[in-house]
């Protein structure tokens, strides 16, 4: 064999194999660690150290996750936080650059880049909330200035590895973001899902257990409670970029600003006193939560009162169906085709429409700014007195447990 003839099999070995020459399996693995450290990269530095100053990092992993984005995105630090935030000002509405309430499930499911992309040009966005990012010199003359730079040098380094395939590792790298984070979290996770709090907008967890997407998936509790660097609230929950944070602030390299406040119960106080409105405040959105289940289990009660009674499949009975899935929520979030049904099950079951309305005169403690503390304590002792003497055990149950919760 001549050198040229050696020469033309190396490159055709490379080619086919690359420098690593790994299987199609250790392919397919090293294609979703690569991936995940993007995903980690986002949760952990964009989203929850930048754009929600959750927690702060030490200069090591900041500047690794600049790095890594720039080689896998493309994406500028300000134009992402910028956005983020006015997603967060602007929810639901027309100026959110990406609600699927407001542009439509399809466009951003599927163009959630392209929005992403727009907005990015928009200057007064960037200027309004992109402050406090990152303004050093390798931002300005290298990850701002040659954001392409970045997935090209990615590119030449998968197909280097790799061979011919590295180009496919490349493709997955890159559509991973726009379809997890832009697709699916700004999409569905406005969509489709569950709601552990009854947040202002229109956000879901899409799973209870948030590995795929670092912690994303519990976007409910993420717009609950932004500033809270850990994702998860709930004892079933799981937020694999909170284990992340954990482990670099063992070791010296991040420190958590603030977490999600935990309702805690102790003893059963005669009265409800000022400290119990604070924690009251404190919590009001668990509060709210478990307030919501109560409702749910009344109707339940409801619906087998009229089952024993031989009642079952009559309208009352459609009726009070509806109000097991509806009537928990919100006002605003029932929709409107949905109201008479409702109306209807409350005035054949007057109970829940006791629920209903002390559950209303309950969030005036927090939503009354004109009235004294000492005012909203009266108020608060005056509201568990009525619960207490209703007659309705789930109202007695909800406001001896309002009376043992604590700071």
């Known amino acids: 064999m001549t050198d040229l003839q050696a020469i033309f099999s190396a490159v055709l070995d490379w080619a086919a194999h690359g420098l690593v020459n790994a299987s199609w399996w250790q392919l397919v693995l090293l294609t979703l660690v690569l991936t995940h450290i993007t995903i980690a990269s986002v949760t952990i ?23 890594w984005l720039w080689m896998t995105t493309g994406m500028v630090t300000k134009e992402w936080v910028a956005i983020h935030r006015k997603h967060h000002a602007k929810c639901e509405t027309a100026e959110d650059p990406h609600s699927p309430v407001a542009h439509g499930i399809k ?3 599927f163009t959630g880049s392209e929005l992403y992309r727009a907005e990015a040009k928009n200057q007064e ?35 280097a590895l790799f061979g011919a395939i590295g180009a496919t590792v ?8 726009p379809i997890t984070a832009a697709g699916i979290i700004n999409g569905l996770g406005h969509w489709w899902g569950y709601r552990n709090f009854e947040a202002a907008d229109a956000s879901t967890n899409v799973s209870p257990w948030g590995v795929i997407i670092g912690g994303e998936e519990l976007h409910n509790n993420h717009h609950t409670y932004p500033t809270s660097a850990k994702l998860s609230v709930k004892p079933y929950e799981f937020d694999i970029g909170w284990g992340y944070i954990r482990a670099l602030e063992m070791m010296g390299l991040a420190k958590v600003r603030k977490t999600a406040p935990q309702l805690v119960l102790g003893s059963v106080k005669p009265v409800a006193d000022s400290q119990t409105l604070e924690a009251i405040i404190a919590n009001r959105y668990e509060v709210m939560a478990n307030y919501a289940q109560h ?84 108020d608060l002792q005056d509201w568990c007195r009525r619960a207490e003497e209703s007659g309705i055990a789930a109202l007695r149950e909800f406001s001896m447990q309002l009376r043992a919760v604590r700071a």
Not at 48 to 65: C, D, G, K, Y
Not at 126 to 147: A, C, F, I, Q
């Open 295 to 378: 409702l749910r289990r009344s109707c339940a009660v409801e619906l087998a009162k009229l089952k024993a009674e031989g009642a079952a499949k009559t309208a009352t009975w459609t009726n009070l169906r509806v109000a097991e899935r509806w009537l928990h929520r919100d006002a605003e979030k029932i929709p409107s085709n949905l109201r008479t049904q409702l109306d209807s099950a409350m005035d054949s079951a007057p109970v829940l429409k006791k629920l209903v309305t002390m559950r209303e005169e309950l969030r005036q403690l927090w939503t009354r700014t004109n009235v004294s503390a000492e005012q909203l304590v009266a």
């Open 107 to 109: 466009t951003v499911l």
């Open 125 to 159: 966005t960037l200027k309004k909330y992109g402050h406090n990012t990152p303004d050093d010199w390798m931002e300005r003359n290298v990850y701002t200035r040659h954001s392409a730079l970045g997935v090209s040098l990615m590119l030449i380094i998968d197909v």
């Open 170 to 177: 490349w493709a997955v790298q890159m559509l991973w973001i």
């Open 45 to 67: 530095f964009l989203h929850r150290a930048q754009a929600h100053r959750a927690l702060e990092l030490h200069a090591i992993p900041s500047h690794f996750f600049r790095f």
